[in-house]
């Protein structure tokens, strides 16, 4: 568990990282993927619809996307809970290669960070598997810390 110290509020504040699997630019809509994999997804949106996000703001989604989120407590390291994520999907893993050829698959991590200079480490085993599932790793860094 990562914590600093956030000298102008004067409290302590833990390190947050979101991570999801998902799967983007299918020409469907996103409950046939649900029901092709048999998981119920954190979120699924349609190109055209608006994503909001939890500290504030939203985007316009481009693609079809579905979603699932880690459920470890966000202060877990994203390398813990992209273990946690591949021990849902390795049985599934076959059909979910299967339909990267109709959608891009994606692990993603949001990172908001409230120390200088934060790491992200992940081992290669780790990293090899993600490829099996042909797999981008998308990283998004957000420094809360005030100055």
């Not at 339909?99 to 992940?122: D, H, S």
């Not at 797999?135 to 420094?143: E, G, I, Q, V």
Request: aromatic share 12%.
């Amino acid at each position: 568990m990562r914590k600093s110290y956030n000298k102008t509020k004067g409290i302590s504040k833990k390190n947050e990282y979101h991570v999801y699997f998902m799967l983007r630019g299918f020409d469907y809509d996103p409950s046939e993927i649900t029901r092709r994999i048999n998981i119920v997804p954190t979120g699924t949106w349609i190109a055209g619809d608006t994503k909001r996000f939890p500290k504030g703001g939203e985007i316009a989604i481009t693609q079809n996307t579905w979603e699932l989120k880690s459920k470890l407590p966000l202060n877990i390291a994203p390398e813990e809970q992209l273990m946690h994520l591949l021990q849902i999907l390795n049985p599934i893993k076959d059909r979910l290669i299967q339909l990267t050829n109709e959608a891009r698959a994606i692990f993603f991590c949001a990172a908001y960070y409230y120390e200088v200079n934060p790491g992200v480490y992940i081992e290669r085993e780790i990293l090899a598997e993600m490829a099996e599932y042909n797999a981008d790793f998308h990283l998004d860094m957000y420094c809360l810390r005030m100055v």
